[in-house]
Nanobody
């Protein structure tokens, strides 16, 4: 089993910055993807950014140039640096980890409990 714990959320004024952290523990397959997702009030959860074991990144258009995802594989950590925050960035941010196990032909996906980010105008 894999556990993900996010931290770093809070209240910030528009234009400010926050850094989210996610600690992974448990039985983690060495090759995995980590990501951050955003769920605004009353809306579905949406991709913010992902990063592979090799360090390849992918971002939602709405955060390109403002957010940066990074990982420390030795510590099983993933981070999201959020700059130039906007009120529409408000919501719960979830950390995710997924990997494919070829021997079982199965993909595993895990989620953290989420951390609240509120951006005031």
């Amino acid at each position: 089993q894999v556990q993900l714990v996010e931290s770093g959320g809070g209240l910030v004024q528009a234009g400010g910055s926050l850094r989210l952290s996610c600690a992974a523990s448990g039985s983690i397959f060495s090759i995995n993807n980590k990501g951050w997702y955003h769920q605004a009030p009353g809306k579905q959860r949406e991709l913010v950014a992902t990063i592979t074991t090799a360090g390849s990144t992918n971002y939602a258009d709405s955060v390109k140039g403002r957010f940066t995802i990074s990982r420390d594989s030795a510590k099983n950590m993933v981070y999201l640096q959020m700059n130039s925050l906007k009120p529409e960035d408000t919501g719960v941010y979830y950390c995710s980890l997924d990997y494919y196990k070829p021997s079982l032909g199965r993909r595993y996906v895990y989620w953290g409990q989420g951390t609240q980010v509120t951006v005031s105008s």
